[in-house]
């Protein structure tokens, strides 16, 4: 509302309504004097040169003219102004003071702003009077466009007030100031969110209007700053230096806040720590003169500038051969030459580590060490601090830094100096008051509480005391510094905290850091406009911040195009007119009445016939690869649909980079790129196709650039015990166990994919794997294998690297049926503890999956309790075994019975053991396989024979022994060979017919009797002549019972040569049974007892 036109009415009515007043006062009576009455007494405007509820502008001088009525009952008169930048309140009288006062008034707040007058009479009574004013501001910067380092042109109407500053800010330190409203500047540097400011405040700039959106952007035409950063670089481009492996430093910089992106010699930094870049040289003593070391930045921006600049690196031997990966910085004393009256003083500094190595710091005064040494870890950025007693009137502190071979990193000194007589008038110095490392001074905090860290030094006598908010902090860990707790109030107007330090001397110094305690608002829902909008459509949306601390948020527009409109509570709502078509940029600031930020969003307008046969691309994003590696080229066809748009087309290509995009060329309509290796990562790209009449489609393909393939590594997880051997153990498994493969690849996922064949039992599983790199395989151990199990699991990706793992699993072992009905060993009734000969050939076992000499071999019965065994032969390379088992019990007339082999375990417990298989406790006294060279006995009787010129032959239970004339094993007596129960059992074959025979009869067992002898101990012979046996029809003959001959049935022993035959003679209970081949032959009853002697035993003694 202008209200401009009442305003003189309203003065010159006020004017002449006092003017009348006076002569009314005049014609008083006796009975009523209002000079005299106190409820009369208070300050009267006499003029003014506004009206309540007049609208006025910011820093336009009012004037205010004030009476007192009945001053003699007034105290004091306060005029309130709070928006007033000339006072904010003011006493006009104190005491008596009849006489008028003209106070100026220039308000530098907008909107509703109030004007008081209070007057305290004599008897503490007061009275009150407002004035309310609207203020605006004429205020107002149209978008600035230009290029940095361009003079640009600066223009907003003026204020009324001639006493004031104008100021425009751009970001990032870019201020500029004028006292006329219309200047030229010259812009270096600016934020880059496109929005600055600009405002009025007063010649000191101490009074301060709101601040004034405007839109701007510039051109950048300069590329990064590139300076050399190592010391003793100086103006120069040679950096001499006496180390082998030196720490080349540049400090590159930009205007704005972007990232730089920078290369040395065409390659990575090695380090970046903010603006500085590292790049570690070595082996320069070997390089050919000096070294160039070229310098390539880009500041990323929209206009893609580069900066190079060229250095050189040499090498001196007789320079200092100091590498400069670590600086040594010094905080106290904050600068050299100090004069302290005190001798014990406390150093402080920080040290700069590019080596990531420790280091080893050392203080020392005048040559003298202070103190020990301090080994530093290899973080960046790391604290030191040392007490030095200050000796001399002039100290010399050097401080040393060196690596952990006692080379010298760094070193830097000072002086310090000591007056005991002088006198402290250098107040302390507070250096910094930080928060997480950075400076404290206006940080929001999202929490109520915050830890600020305060380092104060001072010269002379020393800080006595630091406080905070009046409270006394205790010094921390390291002297110089205080660390304080302080407590924060969600407010406006944020925390002041103060900080005190008081030297010795009593000499002070101040100053106070504002924190805010608020969590920011957060854009919870943003705007969806559709793009672009068509003209004659009504676009309405709403922008939703949420904020954590409760508060209320504001919205409002600050660059936007037409009447488009935005309330408080972020409702957008706009009908654009013709005259918006194009696109443009909408800014929104949203605040919580603490912290105000912005939003953006991109808006395009186009009229509706803009639709009409557009063009539009045929291909889709699609058809762009999903990923592509460095070095390689994409291209693709650019092809539209046909019949849509106005040709001739052109297409565009562009890749962002930060904010901005680089422009591809395309070739009519054939899109190319070869990324290189600086474009690993996600790379977006827009492109376009534009017809003659500026329509236009768009495709937004995201392409993952990658390096090279490179080699994996595979992981295999599973539940399972293992065997020392890796071998994973399944005899006691009941299911399916699965193992896990991990793939381990520094390829990103969606790049990669891998082939898995799994190849088992001769059959091959093929399988493609994504990128995710994970699989399973199964073991099953009901799924037939049996013993050890080898799997192989090759791996190949993309790239054909390559990696095999091999999976070996023990399951349980082979069944070994033991069939004793009539179709097998045909034994009717149970047998106990009986020896079972186990025999193995290539037809039945896979000789390769045990150990060579069946060390892993294990057996157990049906349930799983181990079986005791005896191997007696094991050949792996012939393939060809006999091992006798201990079987608790065979079953009779049974086909189904079975032991369990396993093996592929050498660490389980058993193992061969002759002795616990036939065992002494069972009736065994001597067991003789024939098949070792040193005639053992199996049981644990240990009666060994002894040879006596028999010779190796091949037997029908592993190896056996050929017996000639005069040849035999010799056994040590032993006295169970005296027993009145013994049972011989053979097997025996005849190398020639029995009518061939060098002796009538060929002794098997003989307990020793000379030939021709049958009155010694228990004997067994073949037999062709006596009783009733024949060549044609020969037996066996027994003696050793008294003077007695007992024979077998004629012809139970073979008499042609070539036939194996198992022979058993049975002496108990004085009879004496015969079994051939398992057969019963005949038994002879009521014979004598054995003969017993201590003689020898031999097998053979023909």
């Known amino acids: 509302m202008n209200m401009a036109p009442d305003r003189a009415f309203r003065r010159y009515a006020r004017l002449f309504v006092t003017a009348v007043a006076a002569p009314v006062l005049l014609v008083c009576t006796k009975d009523y004097n209002p000079f005299a009455d106190a409820s009369q007494a208070r300050a009267v405007v006499l003029y003014s040169s506004f009206a309540a509820r007049d609208s006025i502008e910011i820093f336009s001088r009012e004037t205010l003219h004030v009476a007192l009525a009945v001053a003699e009952r007034i105290d004091s008169v306060v005029v309130q102004a709070p928006a007033n930048r000339f006072f904010a309140d003011t006493t006009l009288v104190s005491g008596k003071k009849p006489a008028a006062d003209t106070l100026l008034l220039s308000l530098r707040d907008t909107g509703w702003q109030d004007i008081e007058i209070l007057t305290y009479r004599s008897l503490g009574e007061e009275t009150h009077e407002r004035f309310r004013v609207y203020c605006s501001s004429p205020l107002e910067q149209a978008a600035v466009e230009g290029t940095f380092d361009d003079t640009i042109h600066l223009v907003t109407p003026g204020v009324a007030d001639r006493d004031v500053m104008y100021h425009w800010d751009f970001g990032l330190g870019s201020v500029v100031q004028s006292p006329f409203p219309d200047t030229a500047a010259i812009i270096r540097n600016a934020g880059f969110d496109g929005v600055g400011y600009v405002w009025v405040t007063d010649a000191r700039q101490e009074s301060a209007s709101p601040k004034v959106p405007f839109g ?31 720490f080349f430093r540049v400090e590159i910089t930009d205007r704005g806040t972007n990232p730089v992106s920078a290369t040395v010699n065409d390659e990575p930094f090695d380090a970046v720590e903010g603006v500085t870049y590292v790049k570690v040289f070595s082996e320069l003593d070997t390089a050919n003169g000096a070294l160039p070391v070229v310098i390539w930045a880009r500041d990323n921006n929209a206009d893609k500038n580069t900066s190079t600049k060229t250095f050189y690196l040499g090498y001196d031997a007789s320079l200092p051969g100091v590498a400069e990966g670590v600086r040594i910085l010094v905080r106290i004393p904050s600068r050299d030459s100090t004069v302290s009256s005190t001798r014990q003083r406390y150093t402080l500094g920080s040290l700069e580590n590019y080596t990531g190595e420790q280091v080893v710091l050392s203080v020392s005064v005048n040559g003298a060490a202070a103190g020990g040494k301090d080994t530093l870890p290899g973080d960046f950025s790391v604290q030191w601090g040392r007490e030095v007693d200050l000796d001399e009137t002039v100290n010399e502190i050097r401080v040393t830094a060196k690596d952990l071979s006692a080379s010298t990193l760094d070193d830097t000194t000072f002086t310090m100096l000591f007056d005991s007589t002088v006198v402290d008038s250098v107040p302390p110095a507070i250096l910094e008051v930080t928060l997480d490392g950075e400076p404290a001074d206006g940080k929001y905090i999202v929490e109520d509480t915050a830890e600020i860290r305060v380092l104060a030094f001072d010269e002379g ?224 790209f827009v ?338 002549t006596q009783d009733t046996h024949t060549p044609d029809n020969p037996g066996i003959r027994v003696s050793g019972m008294g003077g007695a001959l007992d024979y077998s049935t004629p012809g139970t022993v073979h008499s042609q040569a070539g036939v194996w035959q198992h022979i058993v003679v049975v002496f108990a209970d004085n009879s004496l049974s015969y079994y051939f081949d398992g057969q019963h032959d005949r038994t002879s009853t009521g014979l004598s007892s054995l003969n017993t002697t201590s003689l020898p035993v031999r097998i053979g003694n023909n």
Not at 605 to 631: H, R, T, W
Not at 734 to 743: D, K, R, V
Request: with cysteine.
């Open 461 to 684: 006598s020393g800080i006595a005391s630091l406080k905070v908010d009046g409270i006394k902090q205790k010094r921390g860990d390291t002297s110089g510094v205080w660390n304080a707790r302080v407590g924060l109030e969600h407010a406006a107007e944020g925390n002041t905290i103060e900080i005190r330090a008081l030297d010795s001397a009593g000499l002070e110094a101040v100053t106070s850091i504002v924190l805010f305690q608020n969590a920011a608002p957060q854009i919870k829902t943003g705007l969806s406009p559709p793009y672009p909008i068509v003209l004659g459509t009504h676009y309405r949306d709403t922008l939703i911040a949420e904020d954590t601390d409760g508060d209320r948020v504001y919205f409002e527009k600050v660059i936007a195009r037409g009447d488009l409109a935005v309330t408080g509570a972020g409702a957008v709502s706009w009908e654009p007119s013709v005259s918006d078509t194009g696109s443009f940029e909408l800014v929104i600031r949203y605040n919580d009445g603490i912290v105000s930020q912005l939003y953006s969003c991109s808006l395009r307008v186009v009229d509706s016939v803009f639709y009409e046969n557009a063009v539009a691309f045929a291909v889709s994003e699609q058809d762009f690869p999903s990923f592509l590696e460095v070095g390689r080229e994409t291209s693709l066809t650019l092809s539209t649909v046909p019949g849509g748009g106005s040709p001739p087309f052109t297409f565009q290509a562009g890749l962002r980079v930060s904010s901005a995009y680089e422009n591809i060329p395309v070739a009519g309509n054939e899109f190319s790129w070869t990324p290189a290796l600086k474009d690993t990562g996600y790379q977006h």
């Open 216 to 246: 701007y952007s510039f051109n950048d035409t300069l590329g990064p700053r590139i300076v050399c950063a190592n010391e003793d670089c100086g103006s120069g481009d040679t950096i001499l230096t006496g180390a082998t492996s030196f």
């Open 687 to 1024: 492109i376009t196709v534009t017809d003659q009449i500026l329509r236009s489609d768009t495709l937004f393909p995201t392409i993952l650039v990658v390096p090279g393939n490179r080699a994996f590594t595979v992981d295999v997880k599973h539940g399972l015990d293992t065997l020392s051997d890796g071998t994973l153990d399944l005899r006691e498994a009941a299911s399916p166990e699965t193992l896990s493969f991990a793939i381990g690849d520094p390829d990103p996922a969606l790049s990669e994919s891998y082939t898995v064949v799994v190849t088992h039992g001769g059959t091959e599983d093929i399988r493609t794997v994504d990128g995710g790199g994970s699989f399973t395989v199964i073991l099953d151990p009901a799924g037939g294998a049996v013993g050890r199990d080898t799997m192989t699991i090759a791996i190949e990706d993309r790239g054909g690297n390559t990696d095999t793992v091999t999976v070996v699993a023990l399951y349980r072992g082979h069944k070994v049926i033991m069939n004793t009905s009539p179709g097998g060993a045909d034994v009717g009734t149970a047998v106990y503890d009986f020896p079972v000969v186990v025999r193995l050939t290539s037809a039945t076992f896979d000789f390769t999956q045990a150990e060579a000499d069946g060390s892993d071999l294990r057996f157990a019965t049906s349930g799983g309790t181990s079986l005791p065994f005896e191997i007696e032969r094991f050949d792996a390379s012939a393939q060809e075994a006999e091992i006798w088992v201990k079987v608790d019990t065979v079953l009779g007339n049974n086909a189904t019975q079975y032991i369990e082999m396993t093996w592929g375990d050498t660490d389980a417990p058993g193992g061969s053991d002759g002795g616990a298989v036939f065992d002494t406790s069972n009736g065994f006294v001597g067991v003789w396989h024939l098949s070792e060279g040193s005639f053992a006995d199996a049981t644990a009787n240990g009666n060994d024979g002894t040879n006596e010129n028999t010779a190796d032959e091949e037997g029908i239970i592993g190896g056996a022994r050929e017996f000639s004339n005069n040849t035999y094993i010799t056994i040590a007596h032993d006295k169970g060979f005296n027993s009145q129960t013994i049972t011989f059992s053979t097997w025996l074959r005849l190398d020639k017919n029995a009518s061939a025979w060098l002796h009538d009869q060929p002794r098997l067992w003989d307990k020793t009797s000379s030939p021709g002898n049958n009155g010694d101990a228990f004997l067994v012979a073949l037999n062709r």
